[in-house]
């Protein structure tokens, strides 16, 4: 069985109407009415005393946000939160592994080849200065044999 009550607003203010008919504001409220609404106000600061706890962590009032957001959010969140953590750990697995590859072949196929330049070019030079020195001593041999020759 249902039970209708009637709740009368806060906002509402009390009328008076005259002997015509007129309806007369009564604007200032009674004593009554004052007290009333300070012991509200008293109340309401007890109550957010009574629900504000300091030794509260954060995760105690993050689960106590698990009641405020309906579940059929709750499971679109969570599904949406699992996607983006599993798109990051394959995108930085993937990236790991291309980065292993490129560098072990760099390291296999580079080095070996750079070892190589490096001794064709110490071989290039040191045939440049045998060839600057055969015409060295060419010069000088030349001019020992012109000189007596005279």
């Keep these: ?34 007290k009333q609404e300070n012991e509200e106000e008293e109340d309401d600061d007890s109550d957010f005393e009574d629900d ?12 106590a946000l698990k009641d405020i957001v309906p579940p059929k959010q709750r499971i679109n969140i969570c599904n949406a939160f699992n996607l983006t953590t599993s798109f990051i750990k394959t995108a930085f697995s993937k990236t790991g592994n291309i980065t292993w590859i490129l560098t072990t072949s760099a390291l296999l196929l580079g080095v070996p080849l750079s070892l190589s330049i490096l001794a064709e070019q110490q071989l290039i030079e040191m045939e440049k200065t045998f060839d600057l020195q ?17």
Excluded at 16 to 25: L, P, R
Excluded at 134 to 150: C, R, T, Y
């Design 1 to 34: 069985m249902v039970e209708l009550t009637e709740i009368k607003e806060e906002n509402d203010v009390p009328t008076q109407t005259t002997q015509n008919g007129s309806i007369i504001d009564d604007a200032k409220p009674t004593e009554e009415q004052l």
């Design 134 to 150: 055969k015409d060295a001593n060419e010069i000088l041999v030349g001019d020992s044999n012109a000189a007596p020759a005279k």
């Design 52 to 63: 504000f706890n300091e030794n509260e962590t954060f995760m105690e009032r993050l689960y």
